[in-house]
């Protein structure tokens, strides 16, 4: 294996009435691996100064705008065996390069975890998802990304593989500040496992954006259990982009556990996961604007996951 050093002319363009925009990265150096074994030596290596390579489609725009200059790119987007969508077992199991593509068209997907289907078709447009892997979006860390949230709601849990051997790590503890994980510098996450849905479970997720493929004003992923076909046993509410890290809406599930459902009591739980809620202001809204429609998709998240979990509307 030969590193390649990536030699990026650095030049610079002004737009009429704007700052100076760098449209370039800095260089670096390219490393293809063949094996995870391959990529976690090659964390080991170098360190802080290296990023993994997976779909490109966040990492790469961040390198043009100089928000971050990793001196060594470990490319894992041809490692076939994380490139798996698995149901055989207690858990559905994606790997880390399965594009977001493969998995919103996933059959195994759509009848184990409905939600992740959901999040996968909100996500940028069809050449992107393409491209962006699933790995990729939870390894990011940002919190407006749609998965995080997602992964919270539905219980999933993290495959992480680094030189001390493998460690799984759930998703609610995987998520510490704005892209900031728990993922260590020379470790690879390599697997995403959930918990396949039981007969009387639906999830859900709903954002809001201003256009199609934007980054959501809010966001909220859901997965509801049903007791009787009219109350709720279990409930798990995830918000998106409404703090540091996918938000737990603790208030709104214990509201919700053990009652009839209603649509009265559909409200109530969307102004409880507001409470949650940490926004603020940008150029998608105030943040009391946010959290009006953090409260109107809880709603509706809450109604579709309800109806999948085969009740009623």
């Known amino acids: 294996m030969h590193p390649a050093v990536i030699g990026c002319r650095r030049w610079t363009r002004r737009l009429p009435g704007q700052r100076e925009l760098r449209v370039y990265p800095p260089t670096f150096k390219y490393l293809p691996v063949r094996s995870v074994e391959d990529a976690v030596g090659s964390l080991a290596r170098y360190g802080y100064e290296a990023k993994i390579l997976a779909g490109g489609q966040s ?22 065996d994380l490139s798996a969508i698995d149901d055989t077992g207690d858990d559905l199991r994606v790997g880390a390069m399965v594009s977001e593509s493969e998995l919103e068209h996933s059959a195994a997907a759509a009848r184990w975890a409905t939600g992740l289907v959901d999040t996968s078709r909100v996500i940028a447009d069809p050449l992107v ?65 959930i918990p396949k849905q039981p007969a009387g479970t639906g999830s859900a997720y709903v954002k809001y954006e201003r256009q199609v493929g934007d980054y959501a004003v809010a966001g909220t992923a859901v997965c509801l259990r ?35 459902v209603t649509r ?38 809450l109604r579709k996951a309800w109806v999948r979990a085969g009740n009623g509307p």
């Open 59 to 80: 990492l790469i725009p961040m390198m043009k705008l100089r928000l971050a200059s990793p001196s060594v790119l470990v490319d894992i987007s041809h490692l076939a």
């Open 226 to 260: 049903s007791k009787d076909g009219s109350s709720i046993e279990e409930a798990r509410v995830a918000l998106t982009n409404l703090g540091p890290i996918p938000v737990r809406a603790i208030e709104a599930e214990s509201l919700l556990l053990g009652e009839v």
């Open 129 to 193: 998802r393409n491209l962006a892997t699933v790995g990729g979006n939870v390894a990011h860390g940002d919190p407006a990304n749609d998965h995080p949230a997602a992964m919270v709601a539905m219980s999933a849990s993290f495959v992480l593989i680094g030189p001390r051997g493998p460690r799984i790590l759930p998703a609610e503890d995987f998520f510490i500040d704005v892209f900031t994980t728990a993922l260590e510098p020379d470790e690879v996450l390599t697997e995403i496992r």
């Open 264 to 301: 009265q009591l559909f409200r109530q739980a969307g102004m409880a996961a507001v409470a949650a809620a940490e926004p603020w202001s940008d150029r998608r809204g105030s943040a009391e604007y946010r959290r009006r429609v953090a409260a109107m998709v809880t709603r509706e998240a």
